[in-house]
């Protein structure tokens, strides 16, 4: 009973280390990367659709993304949404695409993404303590219950701990990727 109990919270788990991994990739590092523009929204025949629905995100250097929107009428309000969301980053029209020119990172910005990045890893990690605190109380609440037996409620904090030091683990590899991505 306890492996259910700790199977149905690691699809929490795997939601915190996937919104953690969304929330790293967006962040601008000074290589053109198209998660940084993928999911803006951008207004088209009265809808808001993110970029990735409208055109195709390539990155033809280190320092360049190119959206090329699958219809020129996207042209106008792709390019409108990028200078709105991207106030950073430099965008110029290209024929039937948009080139964005990525500049190198200052100092400052880097110890602010720094931050940021620190807070992203503080956050996934307490949804995943949380997490497992609501497992444990589960786990012990059965076995008051008489459903599960002693010698199994501590099997079930190891096995429990186990999955924590996975996720977290993970995180922190996603992390230490980004981070020295930051400082490279």
Do not use: H
């Amino acid at each position: 009973m306890y492996i259910e109990i700790i199977k149905a919270k690691e699809s929490e788990f795997e939601k915190a280390l996937d919104f953690a991994q969304k929330k790293v990739a967006s962040f601008r590092t000074g290589r053109a990367n198209a998660a940084l523009v993928e999911d803006i929204k951008v207004e088209c025949y009265g809808d808001m659709l993110p970029i990735k629905q409208l055109a195709a995100i390539s990155s033809p250097s280190g320092k360049q993304l190119m959206v090329q929107p699958w219809d020129r009428s996207y042209l106008e309000p792709i390019e409108k949404a990028l200078s709105r969301e991207m106030s950073g980053l430099s965008t110029r029209m290209e024929g039937a695409s948009i080139v964005i020119t990525i500049p190198p990172m200052s100092e400052e910005f880097r110890k602010e993404l720094s931050r940021s990045l620190a807070q992203v890893e503080n956050g996934a990690k307490e949804t995943i303590r949380k997490y497992r605190d609501e497992a444990w109380s589960e786990i012990q609440a059965k076995t008051r219950e008489g459903l599960i037996r002693e010698d199994d409620k501590f099997k079930a904090k190891d096995k429990l701990q186990e999955a924590i030091d996975k996720y977290n683990k993970k995180i922190d590899e996603i992390i230490s990727r980004k981070r020295a991505e930051i400082e490279g």
